[in-house]
């Protein structure tokens, strides 16, 4: 389920003020849609590419639907634009990095003056003042790895995290985003390799319970103390954020990225209990046993709780607060569909369905 609005066209809105750069992306705009790196040069680069063809054409780039999508006129002439760019590219590296920083260009101009910033949805559904804000104890940080194709999607549940806990505790990172990477493998080769999981259902290993993978751990990093979390370092958990047909190439080049840094691309792996979120009511999942990015977060902390060293952290407090979080995000969206006119029911796949369990 898409739950953006089936709305008229809208032009690009790129005059210049002090929080939107006009035909480019400032710092300050950046960063107020989650994200905590730099500008993306790459993700400029285009943004000037479309105001050059935007002259060049004397068409007015105009976006609607899901996604910042260009329509019209203009978005036929920049797709040969693209196209052709993309060909001219050589390097399979360079196109990867060009298809996400156009992905994500077109999303922000796109959105511009139509979503919150903070909650992505439209500026009339906005939900930030029903989100409370909570504390996550610093000894995890999540690192929300997401698609371009996500980013800025309305119904996305990744950014509920950075809602409720903060950007330094849950980290935005885009998939393909050079500038974003490098943050966060920096962080991770700081960490060493023992504080780093990724989430993600691979069924070629063993899973372990949260009970088992961290009982093998030294107690310095299972150590649930402020001193020691300030001391050591927090454990890192990674959230592939993207549908599932987009999850598997993320996890690739996360493995890719693990041999570069530490010799082996094998990643940490630990089964999750988490079943079938609030979200599977409006937005299908491949399974019902799969579920949502905030509510496999949710996971992480319940089950942590339940280790004698996490208990007196209030992690299932922190985890309450996502889930709370979740529900107020289904509701705006359930209210915003019913207003449009659209179902709330979400279609039954009849299908035989083999069950895997998550794994961090």
Known sequence: MNSAARTSPREAQVIDDS?????SITLKEWQGWGCVSPVPAM???????????????DSEMVFGGNGGKLQGDFKIQEDKKHRATYQALG?????????????????????????????????EDCMCSKVKPCSLWPGIRFWLYMHPKDFLRQNNTGKLLWQVFGVHAATLCLY?????????????????KSKVW?????????????????????SANLECTHSSANRDGPLHFVLID???SNSAAMFRRLKEQTKLVWGEEDLHSISLAAG???????????????????AAAIGVLAEL??????????????AEAVEDALDVLLEVLTARRLRMGRSITRKVRIRHVEYCKFSV
Not at 43 to 57: A, G, M, R, S, T
Not at 97 to 123: D, E, H, N, T, V
Not at 176 to 192: H, P, Q, R, V, Y
Request: include cysteine; glycine fraction near 8%; charge should be neutral.
């Open 176 to 192: 393909g985003i050079s500038e974003d990477e490098e943050i966060m493998w920096n962080t991770f080769k700081d960490a060493g």
């Open 43 to 57: 993700v400029n680069e285009v943004i000037q590419d479309l105001k050059l063809l935007e002259n060049k054409i």
């Open 276 to 294: 079938a979120s609030a979200m599977h009511k409006l937005r299908p999942q491949p399974s019902w046993d799969r579920t949502c990015t905030a």
């Open 91 to 123: 390097d399979s590296g360079k196109k990867f990095q060009f298809f996400s920083a156009r992905q994500i260009a077109c999303r922000l101009l796109g959105s511009r003056g139509y979503l919150c910033q903070k909650c992505w949805l439209p500026m």
């Open 198 to 218: 990724c989430l993600y259902p691979n069924q070629n290993i063993v899973p372990k319970t949260v009970q088992d993978a961290f009982n093998c751990q030294s």
């Open 19 to 23: 929080d939107c750069g006009g035909s």
């Open 305 to 318: 709780q339940l280790l004698p060293e996490c208990s007196s952290y209030g992690l299932d407090k922190q």
């Open 242 to 244: 993207g549908t599932w």
